[in-house]
């Protein structure tokens, strides 16, 4: 075999002109074992190195450094940063993938007995650092909209939840009023106007940050737990006790058959807005109803079921219940709970289901695994 030699980048860019697809072919070899370490289900898509390597040659050729083209920049590495984004890498390694071109070309040049060196070398590396900055700049820029969004949806979930237990005191004040006579009444008929309208302009704050921040992100969970084992009873027990109001309110007989003795180990927080939804969702269809909730452990896998004999969830909505900003015409509501629902239960690595026939009911089952080892 020769010894590779030295060249002009005019000689390398004569070689590089007829070798475009064997350089792809190699850079494709390279960055397929790179992508199986990562573990990635499909293929690169690689359509605009062609661009990048044809436009490397004409810089070759004339022996001076060059800038991408106007419909590159704007074009082929950002949005292939975008991609990279979305199929789960990390910015060093979109890096990577383009320093395996680096490579390409070595490999390529080296096997029809050329260098790529000095001004060569140079030249190559400008181009190719220029796609790299951009596809960075553009894999950057994706992942701080996608934290934004997660974090206006963050808030429109804690906006939602607000909602439940600022009716149940909203209930209670009212209940207060009903108790006491006309003279109390009147001495503290001011307090209670000021209540009123204070509790008002949450209810409207709430509203607001609910429809401006609820857009879905596609990202997956904001919601991120901190586990520990605890006694599931007592905490669905005082959230019944604390939504007594609102069951009042709809005329709903709420039942916990939660075994006494059942523990499970889960962000103690999340499961209560996990229950306070789904009993929300269960007062709206079973007025002058019965809900219960109960649960096991199955395996390790603590099993919850909210069920009640209400209305039922119409038939076109069940597939699509848990669908963030679905609503039921006929009901009021912002078509957060559920979804908010079904993110805490699939952020312990649980899943969630509906089931129900019209007229007789609707059941929602939810389980929550241990957590992982290791």
């Not at 607001?208 to 669905?236: I, Y």
């Not at 269960?282 to 199955?298: I, L, N, P």
């Not at 079921?305 to 912002?334: Q, Y």
Request: proline residues 4%; charged residues 25%.
């Amino acid at each position: 075999m020769s010894v590779p030699e030295f060249c002009t980048p005019e000689e390398l860019a004569e070689v590089f002109g007829k070798c475009q697809e064997e350089i792809i072919s190699e850079w494709r070899v390279q960055a397929s074992r790179l992508l199986a370490e990562l573990k990635l289900d499909k293929p690169t898509i690689t359509d605009h190195l062609p661009d990048v390597i044809a436009e490397i040659t004409r810089d070759l050729a004339l022996s001076r450094d060059g800038t991408l083209s106007a419909e590159h920049t704007r074009g082929s590495p950002p949005a292939h940063g975008v991609q990279r984004f979305h199929d789960g890498l990390d910015a060093g390694e979109v890096v990577a993938e383009y320093n395996l071109l680096r490579v390409a070309f070595n490999t390529v040049a080296e096997r029809h007995g050329l260098y790529v060196a000095g001004e060569t070398a140079r030249i190559i590396n400008h181009r190719i650092d220029e796609a790299v900055r951009l596809a960075v700049m553009a894999f950057a820029a994706q992942q701080a909209l996608i934290r934004k969004e997660q974090d206006d949806e963050h808030l429109a979930f804690i906006a939602h939840d607000l909602r439940t237990p600022l009716n149940a005191v909203s209930l209670l004040v009212e209940e207060l009023k009903y108790g006491m006579d006309e003279k109390a009444l009147a001495e503290a008929g001011e307090l209670f106007e000021s209540l009123n309208r204070n509790l008002e302009r949450v209810g409207d704050l709430i509203k607001r940050v609910v429809e401006t921040k609820a857009q879905p992100s596609g990202m997956g969970s904001s919601f991120r737990p901190e586990r520990r084992t605890f006694d599931l009873w007592p905490l669905v027990q005082r959230l019944i006790l604390d939504l007594r109001a609102v069951a009042a309110k709809n005329d709903s007989k709420v039942i916990n058959e939660i075994p006494r003795t059942l523990t499970i180990s889960a962000d103690a927080g999340l499961i209560s807005q996990v229950f306070q939804n789904l009993l929300g969702n269960a007062f709206k269809y079973a007025a002058r109803g019965k809900v219960t909730v109960s649960a096991q452990d199955d395996a390790g896998t603590i099993v919850c079921v909210v069920h009640d004999n209400g209305a039922g969830i119409p038939l076109e909505m069940l597939s699509r219940v848990f669908d963030k900003l679905t609503t039921d015409p006929d009901m009021e509501g912002t078509g957060l709970g559920l979804a908010i629902v079904k993110q805490i239960v699939e952020a312990h690595g649980g899943t969630v289901s509906a089931e129900s026939v019209h007229g007789a009911g609707a059941k929602f089952t939810f389980t929550i695994p241990p957590p992982a080892v290791g």
